[in-house]
């Protein structure tokens, strides 16, 4: 009798769960041919949290870098977005490119400060970094210091002929940074990177001691999610041609919110950001009219979620059915021929 | 042979603790050394002191012929150095065949396939094939302790340091674990084992070395230090029925 044993790396729920993904996606990318202005502009906005969600995720899920300063790379490459067209006349699209770079790149230094503090130190650390950051860009008088400014309507012209062609664009720029995000986590996790990363998350000790160099992963998944956190802030800022200080890096928007998508959904799970952004809108939606209520509303529903099932509401389903849409983990499989 | 690894003169200290105390000793590559010690007396933080979670006060390290000393504990693992914890310390969330492939992805080195076969050929070798899918965290004690060993040779180390992976087992159990160690030895990798089972010990090593307060007290062939009356006198109570 021998033994054959294959390492199988999907399931049958994750296939199915890719066709059905699939044709998601095509419905969703010829919105703009069935969906009204409306329509259109809410599902842009679900797209772009759900990149940030899924970047935050990625960055306090799973590398354990509880930031709560991420709208510094919001505002940042949202700022970018608006110095780069205006004073290099560079086409938005390439800036749009150009403010992931530049947020990468100026999250170098700031990972060498921050990565010195650990655990709630770290968090007020970041928070901190992005009040730096509105302050330095309110001192920017051509970029209308603490009250903004506005994209010239050149500027916006030159992206496509027409409002609808450019909302259409604006629509599908968000749909491609969601899709391109999660297909980033998904595959990162997959690798080699991924395995060093859920090894961190587990047992330091043990990760050190096997090869894992702790401070490079970290660093480097700070890095990459900095550099596409401002990809998504030029993204977001391009659909409200609109720029301040205080709603470029506003702590609530683009931090609080993300936490709260985050933590309902799932925390440390690809799955969780999807459901938690769903979750968000559907709350945001209907409870809109309700003022300050609103907001109360979403303070309970993270109380309960976290009481009842402190893992979110994915975690929840995952623990319940053992299922995962986004498979990561390795799975043994032996067939025995006499 | 060549000298694979090197202790000179370390020391290590916690406030009035002494860890390692002018600590020197060498190894040959594919030799087997054995070290006992009362508990306390300095070993698995002489482990630490190799495996780089902990640096030196004083003295040099030098593995495979380079100063390892300022290294952390990551290059040292990559460099060919592996360990088992005293204290089992699995990644709890991960299958079993996930915490092999960290070791064989992240320490050896491998990719894909390779790394696959690897994993799943030791796991053969220290039984944890038909828990490959099982959370590390569910597993028994003497489970987590074959895990250790796994992770350790998925690592392919050219220095294995095991810390206490004999005790608790039963006899049989004791029996199989000496046999996988002496092949493990017989592939050429040298061995550095702490251990209280001293029948266990003295049934693969070639040279014991005994540690108390951080010092070396005794060094050589093992039957003439168990015999040794300082020994003798420090694992009074302790047979060695080898």
Redesign the interface.
């Known amino acids: 009798m021998s033994t054959d ?1 294959r ?1 199988s790396r999907t399931s049958n729920a994750a296939k199915v769960a890719a066709v059905l993904g699939a044709l998601i996606v095509v419905i969703l990318i010829a919105a703009p041919y069935w969906a009204g202005r409306a329509d259109l502009r809410l599902m842009g906005e679900i797209f772009l949290y759900l990149a940030l969600a899924s970047l935050w995720n990625l960055l306090a899920g799973y590398a354990g870098l509880v930031s709560v300063g991420q709208q510094a790379y919001v505002g940042f490459g949202g700022y970018m977005l608006f110095a780069l067209t205006i004073f290099s006349g560079l086409p938005p699209l390439v800036a749009i490119a150009l403010a992931g770079l530049l947020g990468a790149l100026i999250s170098i230094p700031v990972a060498a400060l921050i990565f010195r503090l650990r655990g709630a130190y770290f968090a007020i650390g970041t928070w901190v970094m992005a009040e730096v950051f509105r302050l330095v860009f309110a001192q920017v008088s051509a970029l209308g210091g603490g009250s903004g400014t506005s994209l010239p309507t050149d500027i916006v012209r030159s992206m496509a002929d027409g409002r609808s062609a450019r909302e259409a664009l604006s629509y599908w720029l968000a749909l491609g940074a969601a899709l391109i995000v999660v297909t980033a986590v998904y595959l990162l996790l997959r690798s ?1 990177k991924g ?2 990363l ?2 961190i ?3 330091e ?10 401070w490079r992963t970290k660093f480097f998944v700070y890095v990459v999610t900095s550099g596409l956190t401002a990809i998504v802030g030029a993204l977001i800022f391009l659909q409200k041609l609109r720029i301040s200080p205080d709603a470029a890096f506003s702590v609530n928007d683009w931090t609080a919110f993300v936490i709260f998508i985050v933590v309902i959904g799932g925390i440390g799970t690809i799955e969780g950001p999807i459901i938690g952004t769903i979750v968000f809108f559907l709350l945001r939606e209907t409870l809109a009219d309700l003022g300050t209520i609103y907001l109360m509303v979403l303070g309970l529903v993270a109380i309960v979620v976290m009481l009842k099932a402190p893992q979110g509401v994915w975690g929840f389903i995952r623990h319940r059915f053992d299922l995962q849409l986004f498979p990561l ?4 499989e032996r067939s025995k021929d006499s | 042979m060549t000298q694979i690894l090197q202790l000179d003169a370390v020391s290590k200290a916690f406030g009035a603790v002494t860890v390692a105390d002018d600590l020197s000793y060498g190894l040959e590559e594919g030799e087997a050394l054995g070290v006992l010690g009362p508990n306390g007396a300095g070993k698995t933080s002489m482990f630490n002191l190799i495996t780089g979670t902990l640096k030196p006060d004083a003295g040099r390290i030098t593995f495979a012929g380079d100063d390892i000393t300022a290294l952390g504990a990551a290059r040292r693992s990559r460099s060919g150095i592996a360990r088992s914890f005293q204290v089992p310390q699995p990644f709890t969330h991960m299958t079993v065949f996930e915490n092999a492939m960290v070791a064989a992805t992240q320490s050896a080195g491998l990719a894909g396939r390779e790394a696959e076969r690897l994993c799943i050929e030791v796991l053969d070798q220290t039984e944890l094939l038909d828990k490959a899918n099982d959370r590390a965290g569910g597993l028994t004690l003497l489970n987590r302790k074959r895990l250790e060993l796994t992770r350790a040779l998925c690592a392919k180390p050219r220095l294995l340091l095991l810390d206490e992976i004999a005790g608790g087992l039963t006899e049989a159990e004791c029996t199989a674990l000496i046999a996988t160690i002496k092949s493990i030895h017989a592939s050429g990798v040298s061995i550095i084992w702490i251990e209280h089972v001293v029948h266990a010990l003295m049934a693969v090593v070639e040279r014991l070395i005994v540690i108390d307060f951080g010092r070396k007290i005794a060094e050589g062939e093992p039957k003439a230090i168990m015999d040794s009356p300082e020994v003798q006198e420090i694992y009074l109570g302790i047979e060695a029925d080898a």
Request: aromatic share 4%; net charge positive; proline share 0%.
């Open positions: 044993i390492i080699r395995l060093a859920t090894a998350r587990d047992n000790l043990a990760s050190a001691s096997l090869g894992i160099d702790i983990g390795y799975r043994v």
